[in-house]
């Protein structure tokens, strides 16, 4: 438990809380070349951006110390977004972006 506390703690130092921040980095991301290489759809980035205020005031990243150790390494390896190899989402991101996904303009049902 003590370990998983201290890992989410340490990404929560390295990321940033807005949710309009992480997808303008996820959606700006270049690659190697310098090339437009978004990690976002244009639709969720779009949705993001007109309510990302509403977004903000509902994720609770407290939520974050819910996950042990080994499910944290694993949405850590595999599942949070990275920027040049850095993760630049905190798992509430992550589970929102996947809710907005499958709800889109709903943001009532993604919440």
Avoid: W
């Avoid at 929560?12 to 759809?41: F, H, I, W």
């Avoid at 990302?52 to 944290?72: L, N, P, S």
Wanted: proline share 2%; with cysteine.
């Amino acid at each position: 438990m003590l370990a998983a506390r201290i890992s989410v703690d340490n990404l929560r130092k390295e990321t940033n809380t807005s949710m309009l921040d992480v997808a303008n980095q996820l959606y700006n991301c270049k690659d190697r070349c310098g090339r437009d290489a978004p990690l976002l759809s244009d639709k969720i980035y779009h949705i993001i951006k007109e309510h990302y205020k509403e977004i903000d005031k509902v994720i609770d990243f407290d939520r974050d110390f819910t996950f042990d150790y080994f499910g944290f390494k694993t949405l850590e390896r595999a599942y949070l977004l990275k920027v040049d190899g850095k993760i630049v989402e905190r798992p509430q991101h992550m589970l929102m972006r996947v809710a907005l996904g499958i709800h889109e303009e709903n943001i009532e049902k993604a919440v």
